[in-house]
């Protein structure tokens, strides 16, 4: 096995492992028969992030990519459902799930029938998926912030920092490896997040607590 199929398993167990994490919140729905204490936006914005991800995949022939965000999707359409099911608020999460279905029309309108196929439909979708997963990578900085304030780490779980920290790694190692920049970019910020995060355990303790409060999702 080389060094590139070597990343390339790695980055499938890593991110399927993280993935998985939203099976917790899926028990917690079942067992409670209610969502009031499950966020929906995390599951929405990583099915969107995973349907984009998996387009550009196809796109280039990346058989990693597709696996990975094949599954990914299929999970978080099972949260997305299983949310809905138990939900009070149906109303607000049906139409946050339709602004996701207009904006995945839109994306697919515009890249699949405005930009001419090649090299530049593929560079300018490979770009919107890495702002995308920047964004989606830095949003928890406001938590961060707030537990360097309060000096607690009650809010952050360490087995989802690692996981993250390792996710992010291989992602990135396996971007630099095929040179392609739109993998490895964005997910060099989960690294230093990561680490971040590492350094407020240590510094705030409770290393062993494991009360994660949100998700962050690699491509």
Known sequence: MDFLQLLSWACIVFTVGMFSTGLTDLKKMKASQ??????FLPFLTTCLNNLGWLY?????G????????????????????TYCHYTKEKKRVL????????????????????????????????????????SMYLSPLTDLLQIVRSKSVDRLSFSLTVAT?????????????LQDYYIMVPNTPGIFTSLIRVYLFWRFGAVFENKPTYKLIQI
Do not use: R
């Open 56 to 60: 550009y995949g196809l796109l280039k």
């Open 34 to 39: 209610s969502a009031d204490n499950v966020q």
């Open 165 to 177: 920290f390792f996710t992010s790694t291989s992602w990135t190692l396996y971007g630099l490896q």
């Open 62 to 81: 990346d058989g990693t990519v597709i696996l990975v965000n094949t599954i990914g999707a299929i999970l978080q359409t099972i949260y997305i459902i």
């Open 95 to 134: 139409t946050q799930t339709l602004v996701m279905v207009c904006v995945l029309c839109v994306g697919w309108v515009y890249f699949s029938m405005l930009i001419p196929p090649g090299q530049t439909q593929l560079s300018q979708l490979g770009l919107a998926c890495s702002v995308f997963t920047i």
